[in-house]
């Protein structure tokens, strides 16, 4: 899906090339991206050359030039977003935000902005760790895809930004639930449970709600507080009724005597 939407928002504003033939094409990028003044027809077909041709940095920097040596021309625009597109596919994801950031600030009311807020969030999106890291980055991801959605909800961006933030969601209950067993496993059963209830509460659409309440229900057994797992037991019962979590919740607390 993402890759289709990047797609045709790319033929949709970038494809274009000048009239002009390109000047360049052979092996150096060197050559290329070095200041040398040229004119704008030359400069973007060549950016356009490297592009195709898969040499995604040195068509982001020479993307860059037409902006920089021709900031006046209709085509410093298209290249700014060039640019961008350009270093997103060379994984180069800081500097795609930078670059889409700057376009937005330039052309903050422009017909494409919705693309480019929505390549801000996939460079976010991109880099989202495992759920052992630090997820700084998620969080970002979250706020970026939701921008998109909030602004442009009528875009074709917005059903692709809802998806990810499900996932992205997902992603970060994931890891309330590693820091929660986490806290299980050495007994620190208080810091489990402001763990699990935070997916409950935060996070309860996702597919770790179930396992949050049979987690739930360990700890408050282990704390010594039955009515709160039996009430964490009946909510599991009473939306996953046929999951294995439930079995698992409703045998600790028939053990326990809580029923």
């Given at each position: 899906?993402?890759?289709?939407?990047?797609?045709?928002?790319?033929?949709?504003?970038?494809?274009?090339?000048?009239?002009?033939?390109?000047?360049?094409?052979?092996?150096?990028?060197?050559?290329?991206?070095?200041?040398?003044?040229?004119?704008?027809?030359?400069?973007?077909?060549?950016?356009?050359?490297?592009?195709?041709?898969?040499?995604?940095?040195?068509?982001?920097?020479?993307?860059?030039?037409?902006?920089?040596?021709?900031?006046?021309?209709?085509?410093?625009?298209?290249?700014?977003?060039?640019?961008?597109?350009?270093?997103?596919?060379?994984?180069?994801?800081?500097?795609?935000?930078?670059?889409?950031?700057?376009f937005l600030s330039i052309h903050?009311?422009?017909?494409?902005?919705?693309?480019?807020?929505?390549?801000?969030?996939?460079?976010?999106?991109?880099?989202?760790?495992?759920?052992?890291?630090?997820?700084?980055?998620?969080?970002?991801?979250?706020?970026?895809?939701?921008?998109?959605?909030?602004?442009?909800?009528?875009?074709?961006?917005?059903?692709?930004?809802?998806?990810?933030?499900?996932?992205?969601?997902?992603?970060?209950?994931?890891?309330?639930?590693?820091?929660?067993?986490?806290?299980?496993?050495?007994?620190?059963?208080?810091?489990?449970?402001?763990?699990?209830?935070?997916?409950?509460?935060?996070?309860?659409?996702?597919?770790?709600?179930?396992?949050?309440?049979?987690?739930?229900?360990?700890?408050?057994?282990?704390?010594?507080?039955?009515?709160?797992?039996?009430?964490?037991?009946?909510?599991?019962?009473?939306?996953?009724?046929?999951?294995?979590?439930?079995?698992?919740?409703?045998?600790?607390?028939?053990?326990?005597?809580?029923?």
């Open positions: 899906m993402k890759t289709q939407i990047l797609k045709a928002a790319f033929l949709g504003f970038s494809l274009t090339t000048l009239s002009a033939c390109a000047a360049f094409g052979g092996g150096g990028g060197s050559a290329d991206t070095r200041y040398v003044a040229r004119d704008v027809n030359t400069l973007y077909n060549a950016a356009k050359d490297r592009l195709d041709r898969g040499q995604h940095k040195i068509a982001a920097a020479l993307f860059d030039e037409v902006e920089r040596q021709h900031p006046y021309s209709p085509w410093a625009r298209r290249a700014q977003q060039m640019s961008a597109f350009s270093y997103y596919v060379a994984g180069d994801y800081n500097k795609a935000i930078e670059s889409s950031r700057r903050p009311g422009n017909k494409d902005a919705p693309y480019a807020y929505y390549l801000i969030a996939l460079s976010y999106y991109e880099q989202i760790s495992d759920v052992t890291r630090d997820q700084r980055i998620t969080e970002q991801a979250l706020a970026a895809l939701g921008e998109v959605s909030r602004r442009y909800p009528n875009s074709r961006y917005a059903a692709d930004a809802l998806l990810k933030m499900d996932l992205v969601n997902d992603h970060l209950a994931g890891k309330e639930m590693e820091i929660g067993r986490f806290y299980q496993r050495r007994g620190k059963w208080l810091a489990a449970t402001i763990r699990f209830r935070t997916v409950i509460e935060k996070y309860q659409t996702t597919t770790h709600a179930p396992e949050a309440l049979m987690r739930l229900t360990e700890s408050y057994l282990s704390l010594g507080i039955p009515a709160e797992a039996k009430k964490s037991a009946a909510v599991l019962g009473a939306n996953y009724p046929g999951s294995k979590w439930y079995e698992r919740a409703f045998e600790l607390v028939n053990k326990h005597g809580a029923i």
